[in-house]
């Protein structure tokens, strides 16, 4: 459907509706007269068609007495075909001419739309791969319910094996029996031993609980050993920090004494002379010195003492630890021979348990051989019951089944008549659609031969009764094949009724009803997870169709604003001449500036163009040296060629519109005058302030195009040597990213008065968006 909607919106609008490019007047008695020639199309092409020409035939009918819009009809048609006027000159001579309809320009649109036509066949066809990959998968889903039939056919056949191994399991009991009562006279000499065994193990727990209590006495003995041997290294720890703090005593001392004695020394020097007056000071400071020899001394004798006492304590813990070792190597031989005996102890246990093991099992399965026997013998009663029943019921079905193999045998007597006439009615029918090819081939050859003469349609007319008649015939040969179908049909369902009979005689004779139970839930839970599956992929394929139809949708609304542009446009700026003086009191410079942008066309969708902006170039051809109509001629052109712009963007320069002018502020001090473009003004070298202008080349399409169809590059040396490419968000932050240019030009002068180098004006950073 997508696909038919744009060829029908492209045909209607486009391919059917050209003509060759003429105006029409007055109706003349020979035909009508053309008025003028536009230029670009068929007839302008031609260089035969001159305004006041008269068009006395069309082909090979003549126009004398035709209505204007009757000749307009003819002359329109599907662009790019060739229709044959004939014109009668100013002069009298009559000159043919053949006029292909439409323009060249119009084509490049056409190309567009073809690939838009590719585009949406291209989706098509994915979508057409993931419908029959969807087909695939449910194939799939059928072929493996055809494995789960086959798996039910094997579960038959080993219902059948489990018959077998049932009598299998009589002769195992018989056996087992043989092997039950070796097993009891194995289990009374093991008890014997199980006797002996007994009175061992409890003299291995006797001993076991002497060794015991030995080995806890070992441990509180090494506990209270431990214990001693803390307090004795507590005890040498405080020896020697009182050791530590006598030592550091006697230091302190020794060093007091030192400075006393250098004290007396200093006060005998001084006091030489007063010798009576410092005697009792003296006697006094000996007497103090003397108390303190003494201390001393009594400080020594406890270091000496307390020395002793180490070496006492640590001939005490030299011989505790010896002790420790011996009793060590005690207990470690105590728990060896504890280890063995457990192992033993262990040994005797695990053969007890394996002899009580064995008397169990030996026990279950003299049980369990007793239920065997017992319920083999009730399965065998009521097989031997329901083998009777099914017996009756095999000589009762017999008979059903031989009639109904009577009934398949003329069947399939009827249905072999059947196939042969099936086959006899298909080549008749055959037959007659070769017929009906090759009426409709001759249809179409008379109808491209009658356009628009009358005898021609009766002709058509009839070989359409001729047709009809056919039509009916086919219809009739067909309504047979329908009819031997459908006796083909009755006499399978015939057949797939005697099969079922078939089978229900299968399953009363076989037990599968559990197994087929099992087989349906596999079934039901294979089916869930297809069903879910192929509610995915719809969902998926819904998705896709959403987005395909979003897609549409936008390109029919930019084909409809494509097509109603007219074939000759420009990119939607208006522009005007200005007058502008950038130096006070100087001479205007003549400029060609953008007044206002027209929204949804190629120069505002851009957003490269300004209102305010300087036209400088127009396909390489200078605005300076055209007048604005030939400047406006310049940018008009075919819809959808390319026009390329030079800009120059002035910074600082704040625009304001008011009605249909445009007030410019540019805020410069002293400019020197004689200037003709702000460019040139820009690169005096004698100018004390500085102006910074913005140059580049931006190439667009006639009509409405988006940004992705707009080109920008910097013109300038400087703009190339000083900017830098760097990517941002859109003008409003958002995605798609545009591409922004920044530049930095920066124009210096030096005054000619001044020796010294003037200082450099701010750069000013110019952003425009380059999509």
């Not at 008025?35 to 090979?60: L, M, S």
């Not at 066949?121 to 493996?144: F, G, P, T, Y």
């Not at 006598?246 to 002379?273: G, I, P």
Request: charged share 30%; aromatic share 2%; glycine share 6%.
């Amino acid at each position: 459907m997508v696909k038919a909607t744009m060829i029908a919106i492209a045909d209607a609008t486009g391919a059917t509706n050209h003509g060759i490019g003429i105006v029409l007047g007055n109706e003349e008695q020979n035909g009508v007269r053309v008025v003028a020639v536009q230029p670009g199309q068929g007839a302008w092409a031609t260089n035969a068609f001159q305004p006041g020409d008269v068009i006395t035939k069309i082909g090979d009918l003549l126009c004398a007495g035709m209505s204007i819009t009757s000749i307009e009809k003819l002359l329109r048609g599907v662009a790019g075909t060739v229709v044959k006027v004939t014109l009668m000159k100013k002069d009298g001579m009559e000159v043919s001419a053949s006029v292909t309809r439409g323009s060249s320009h119009y084509w490049q649109g056409a190309q567009e739309r073809d690939d838009l036509k590719n585009k949406l066949n291209a989706v098509i066809a994915d979508k057409e791969h993931e419908q029959s990959e969807s087909h695939l998968q449910l194939q799939k889903v059928k072929h493996e319910l055809e494995s789960m039939k086959l798996v039910k056919d094997k579960a038959e056949e080993s219902l059948r094996s489990e018959v077998g191994a049932h009598n299998n399991t009589k002769k195992a009991l018989d056996d087992a029996r043989a092997s039950l009562s070796k097993a009891e006279g194995t289990i009374k000499a093991q008890e014997a031993i199980i006797k002996s065994n007994a009175k061992i193990h409890e003299d291995l727990k006797a001993d076991l609980m002497k060794l015991r209590e030995a080995n806890d006495l070992l441990q509180q003995k090494l506990i209270t050993q431990e214990k001693s041997r803390e307090q004795a290294e507590t005890r040498e720890k405080r020896a020697q920090d009182a050791l530590l703090a006598e030592v550091e005593k006697t230091k302190s001392l020794d060093k007091r004494r030192q400075e006393l004695e250098k004290d007396v020394v200093d006060l005998r020097n001084k006091f030489s002379a007063q010798g009576d007056l410092v005697k009792p000071e003296l006697d006094a400071l000996k007497a103090k010195l003397q108390e303190k020899e003494k201390s001393h001394e009594n400080a020594k004798k406890n270091i000496e003492e307390l020395q002793k006492e180490l070496k006492d304590l640590s001939a005490k813990h030299s011989l505790n630890t010896a002790e420790y070792k011996s009793l060590m190597d005690k207990n470690a031989a105590l728990n060896q021979e504890i280890m063995s005996l457990k192992e033993s102890h262990e040994k005797i246990t695990r053969e007890l348990n394996e002899v009580k093991d064995l008397k169990s099992k030996a026990c279950n399965e003299r049980d369990l051989v007793k239920a065997k026997h017992a319920s083999n013998e009730s399965e065998l009663k009521t097989m031997k019951d329901k083998f009777a029943e099914t017996s009756k019921k095999l000589q009762s079905q017999s008979a059903t089944l031989q009639e109904t193999s009577q009934s398949l045998v003329k069947a399939q007597g009827d249905l072999k008549g059947a196939q042969t006439s099936l086959q006899t009615w298909q080549k008749r029918g055959e037959e007659a659609e070769k017929k009906l090819s090759k009426l409709q081939a001759d249809m179409q050859a008379k109808t491209l031969e009658a356009n628009a003469l009358e005898a021609e349609n009766k002709e058509l007319r009839k070989l359409k009764e001729k047709h009809e008649t056919l039509s009916r015939d086919v219809s009739n040969i067909r309504s047979d094949c329908t009819k031997a179908k459908q006796l083909k049909e009755d006499a399978e369902v015939k057949c797939t009724r005697a099969m079922a009979t078939h089978d229900k005689l299968k399953e009363d004779l076989e037990k599968v009803i559990s197994e087929r139970n099992d087989l349906m839930k596999k079934f039901t839970s294979v089916e869930q997870t297809m069903t879910s599956k192929i509610a995915e992929l719809l969902r998926d394929h819904k998705e896709k169709l959403w987005e395909l139809n979003q897609l549409n949708l936008s390109l029919e609304a930019d084909l409809k604003r494509y097509l109603e542009l007219p074939d000759e446009c420009g990119v939607g700026m208006r522009i005007d001449e200005i007058m502008k003086s950038y130096v006070p009191n100087g001479p205007a410079v003549r400029q060609i500036r953008v007044m206002a942008l027209t929204p949804g066309l190629s120069a505002d969708m851009s957003g490269a163009i300004r209102v305010g902006d300087i036209l400088v170039e127009v396909n390489g051809v200078k605005c300076q040296d055209q007048s604005l109509t030939e400047v406006r001629e310049l940018i008009m052109g075919p819809r959808g060629t390319r026009v390329t712009f030079k800009i120059e963007r002035i910074e600082g320069e704040k625009i304001s519109i008011s009605g249909s002018e445009l007030n410019i502020d540019l805020s410069l001090q002293s400019l020197q005058s004689g200037t003709s473009t702000p460019s040139e003004l820009a690169s005096k070298s004698n100018s004390s302030p500085s102006l910074r202008a913005l140059i580049f080349t931006a190439t667009l399409k006639r009509g409405s195009w988006g940004p992705h169809h707009c080109l920008i590059s910097p013109e300038e040396q400087d703009v190339i040597a000083r900017g830098g490419w760097t990517h941002f968000l859109g003008p409003d932050g958002g995605a798609p990213t545009a591409l922004y240019y920044t530049a930095q030009v920066e124009l210096e002068a030096t005054n000619a008065s001044k020796s010294s180098r003037a200082e450099p004006a701010a750069g000013v950073k110019s952003l425009f968006p380059f999509f």
